[in-house]
């Protein structure tokens, strides 16, 4: 039974989106509460899966029985466990934190609303599960899909920026295709695991790496790679505000996290016997993001488009820590990855509920506000310190391990990197912090902002949560370090 | 340089492809019309899709049903199947695209009440 587990983690937001246009017939209200109950019983059920692998190991499921390579396959192992139970937790508190407000904000829409964001989550869970090139195709079509829908779903000015959005992500779905297609006419197959062992021997061959450079621009446009990231700061500015927290936090890690597994599960890269070019390729790419995109982030005025620049810097130093192509360095930067996730949904949770209660949406708009609650600027403050890097937050534990491992290559252009990037990160976060504690002084006071349940149970459990994958870093970064040592590293 | 334009000459689905794929990213980057770009991203979708399936077919080859009374199965004789199961699956991503691209479409004409790109950032404004 609990073989079955990862298809239950899919399954229960799956069935819930196919549902919710019955569910919301008559009485949309009630849509909320049961995508709620499917999120949480995908927390609860993906929880179980992770403690199945952490105890017996990774779970490789065939679909309808049929073995690999001719059948389906989806493999969870400890990474995919892990960034499937961050996934689950964040769109649960994604939702959460609006309250009743969506509803009504959306009017009409609310049952379509409910049911894309479920579906864009089970999209999710497919790429993080998926052991096929071709099934993440499907999924991240799927995912993106929704994608595209949830960004334009409040109409006006943002069904353009869905639109440019729709154009750059269906391009680079398009290279991602023609990617597996150069793969499979080079091997006979699709299967990750098939692969891994066929690809060593024909690492040299142009179709090979020709499909690997398709599907790098294809997933590049996915994770929104510094300069094919055009997409990305309209969508998420535009994008309504209960939706940006779950596309920051979750659409560009997870195609992230599929890039990283093609490297190291499909072609070993790293691994002492095969000397991959793209490795080295990937942190000066990396670190050009990183610098590039904390320094874009620093000119931007609106809050929400200075922090999405700023996310493209995070993407960046991911692939920085896993271009080092060593164990801490993978390790490295799938900590980062997750802790970014909870760093950025907690961000732009906080951005948007600022924009909505106080119509800030810019820096100046910022310093006209009072003071906001202790819940909201605590929030804030806890999400500053993590990004830019201080302990006892995840985003130091992140940061350090990336640069230990880049110490440890004796890459000291990454280092630098890394550092130029915590600096500028610390002026952009500095200039925000301190028009809004400022902001008290000037600002028409009296009048009363409440902070609903809901708002302080999302912004709390995230706060929490940043903090504690600090403290217990050792233990995260424990797990991943064996399940990256099993990659030949 | 001749044996590369020989090995081309071979290949002609490979060049139709190029074609039609440079093609539709040149309509999709250059033109301002908003359909002609999801035109353009269409005959894009199309070409890898079409590549895909030209990857398994075969000269004198036959579709993939067991011939009666044949017991050895012979793979020479028969197309590859597998190109054009994963290009249903593909085919079925591109369509729901095209839905959502031309729902999006819709209601920025109905909003801004042009297709022009150029016009439709001017009303943005």
């Known amino acids: 039974m609990s073989d079955h587990l990862p298809i239950f983690v899919f399954v229960s937001p799956f069935l819930a989106a196919i549902c919710m246009p019955l569910i919301g ?41 049929w073995a690999p390579p001719a059948g389906i396959e989806w493999v969870a192992d400890e990474i995919a466990a892990i960034m499937v139970v961050v996934l689950s937790a964040l769109a649960f508190l994604c939702l959460l934190h609006t309250g009743r407000e969506t509803d009504t904000e959306l009017g009409s829409r609310t049952v379509p609303y409910h049911a894309i964001l479920l579906t864009l989550v089970s999209g999710l869970t497919g790429i993080v599960f998926a052991g096929d090139l071709f099934n993440i195709f499907v999924f991240l079509e799927i995912a993106a899909l929704s994608g595209y829908a949830l960004v334009g ?50 690492l040299h061959s142009k179709a090979v790496i020709g499909g690997l450079s398709f599907m ?33 936090s979750l659409v560009t890690k997870i195609a992230t996290l599929a890039w990283i597994r093609i490297l190291y599960r499909v072609l070993a890269a ?139 290559k004796e890459n000291y252009v990454a280092v630098a990197a890394v550092l130029v990037t915590t600096l500028l990160t610390m002026a952009y976060f500095m200039q925000v912090l301190e028009r809004m504690l400022r902001g008290g002084q000037t600002g028409p006071s009296a009048q009363k902002i409440e902070t609903p349940l809901q708002l302080r149970l999302s912004t709390g459990v995230l706060s929490a949560a940043i903090i504690g994958l600090g403290l217990w870093s050792d233990r995260v970064v424990q797990v991943l370090l064996q399940a990256t040592s099993q990659l030949g590293l | 340089m001749f044996e590369l334009v020989q090995g081309w000459l071979q290949r002609p689905n490979f060049i139709a492809f190029v074609i039609l794929f440079l093609w539709g990213l040149y309509i999709t980057v250059t033109h301002h019309n908003l359909l002609k770009k999801l035109i353009g991203l269409y005959l894009v979708q199309t070409s890898v899709i079409f590549f895909l399936v030209t990857t398994g077919a075969k000269d004198g080859a036959t579709v993939p049903i067991l011939i009666p009374g044949e017991t050895v199965v012979q793979p020479e004789t028969y197309v590859n199947p597998l190109p054009h199961v994963l290009t249903l699956t593909a085919i079925v991503v591109q369509v729901a695209t095209l839905g959502v691209s031309l729902a999006l479409v819709a209601g920025i004409y109905k909003k801004y009440g042009s297709l022009d790109e150029d016009e439709v950032l001017k009303r943005l404004e």
């Open chain 1, 270 to 408: 790293g691994s002492s016997d095969t000397s991959l070019e793209i490795i080295g390729l990937l942190w000066v790419v990396g670190s050009l993001a990183a610098v590039a995109g904390s320094l874009l982030a620093l000119t931007q005025q609106d809050l929400k488009r200075r922090f999405a620049y700023g996310g493209l810097a995070h993407i960046g130093l991911v692939l920085v820590g896993v271009g080092q192509g060593n164990q801490t360095g993978l390790a490295g930067g799938l900590f980062y990855l997750i802790n970014d996730a909870v760093m950025q949904c907690l961000l732009f949770i906080l951005v948007g509920v600022i924009a909505r209660r106080y119509g800030a949406r810019t820096l100046d708009d910022l310093g006209r506000i009072q003071l906001p609650p202790p819940w909201i600027i605590t929030g804030f403050v806890v999400a500053a310190i993590s990004m830019i890097g201080l302990p006892p937050t995840g985003g130091f534990f992140g940061k350090w391990y990336i640069v230990l491992s880049a110490i440890e």
């Open chain 1, 153 to 202: 779903v409040s109409g006006g000015r943002a069904l353009v920026s869905a639109f440019r959005y729709l154009i750059m992500g269906s391009l680079g779905a398009s290279f991602y295709l023609l990617g597996v297609s150069y793969f499979y006419m080079a091997t006979g197959t699709l299967n990750m695991a098939d692969l891994a062992q066929r690809i060593p021997d024909l």
């Open chain 1, 25 to 65: 017939l008559n009485n949309p209200g009630r849509c909320r509460p049961v995508a709620l109950t499917a999120l949480g019983t995908m927390f609860l059920l993906s929880v179980a899966t992770l403690w199945r692998i952490l105890g017996h190991g990774e779970i490789r499921y065939a679909f309808s029985g």
């Open chain 1, 216 to 248: 790098f621009i294809g997933l590049g446009i996915k994770m929104a790679l510094m300069p094919l990231h055009g997409w990305l700061p309209d969508a998420y500015t535009e994008a309504p505000d209960s939706v940006s927290p779950l596309l920051a």
